[in-house]
T-cell receptor, first 115, second 112 residues
Framework: EPEVTQTPSHQVTQMGQEVILRCVPI?????FYWYRQILGQKVEFLVS????????KSEIFDDQFSVERPDGSNFTLKIRSTKLEDSAMYFC?????????????FGDGTRLSIL | QQQVKQSPQSLIVQKGGISIINCAYE??????FPWYQQFPGKGPALLIA?????SEKKEGRFTISFNKSAKQFSLHIMDSQPGDSATYFC???????????FGTGTSLTVIP
């Protein structure tokens, strides 16, 4: 069964450094998402992306965050200047087009640790 | 504003018993209600989902009950097994297909 794959599985970064989290969505999916989950808390939406542009973003997704689909397969989340509170699991998700709503499929996440 | 409220926070059930997890939502525009199962170190995996035009959906041992007037939905796991031990999240979304609003999660432990 096709999967969403995320790399790296664990990223350790010094505070203030830039970090890029990478995702390869399922190949025929057109909608892409980033979520984060702070340890022991619920999954929170960051941003959704469709047709090469952001379609929705939460208040968490401030100017420090950006997303990009640099080629036909990768979907990246960049955090420009990391803060301690950015430490969390970051999940990428994707879904295919179709009505009614299709489910979002999640990767296994990248654990981001900011020192 | 918490869009989706989930309870209980944790649940311990004997093997063979019924596990029940409840969620309530506020936004009447929600029209898609999935349940996700998450094992440690893994991403959430879709378990079962329901739309508000039906009151119940069953897939194997998993059943969603949906009460549109009360704005509540619940997950029932029949004949619970130790392998069902995981964290369960309810979620809700609007038909635009954008963000999912997740509940706070329920840690289920099924003891042999």
């Amino acid at each position: 069964e096709p999967e969403v794959t995320q790399t790296p599985s664990h990223q350790v970064t010094q505070m203030g450094q830039e970090v890029i989290l990478r995702c390869v969505p399922i190949s025929n999916h057109l909608y892409f998402y980033w979520y984060r989950q702070i340890l022991g808390q619920k999954v929170e939406f960051l941003v959704s992306f469709y047709n090469n542009e952001i379609s929705e973003k939460s208040e968490i997704f401030d100017d420090q965050f950006s997303v990009e689909r640099p080629d036909g397969s990768n979907f990246t989340l960049k955090i420009r200047s990391t803060k301690l509170e950015d430490s969390a699991m970051y999940f990428c998700a994707s879904r295919r087009q179709g009505r009614p709503n299709q489910p979002q499929h999640f990767g296994d996440g990248t654990r981001l640790s900011i020192l | 504003q918490q869009q989706v409220k989930q309870s209980p926070q944790s649940l311990i059930v004997q093997k063979g018993g019924i596990s029940i997890i409840n969620c309530a939502y506020e936004n009447t525009a929600f029209d898609y209600f999935p349940w996700y199962q998450q094992f440690p170190g893994k991403g959430p995996a879709l378990l079962i989902a329901i739309r508000p035009d039906v009151s119940e959906k069953k897939e194997g041992r998993f059943t969603i009950s949906f009460n549109k007037s009360a704005k509540q939905f619940s997950l029932h796991i029949m004949d619970s097994q130790p392998g069902d031990s995981a964290t369960y999240f309810c979620a809700a979304s609007i038909n635009t297909g954008n963000q999912f609003y997740f509940g706070t999660g329920t840690s289920l432990t099924v003891i042999p």
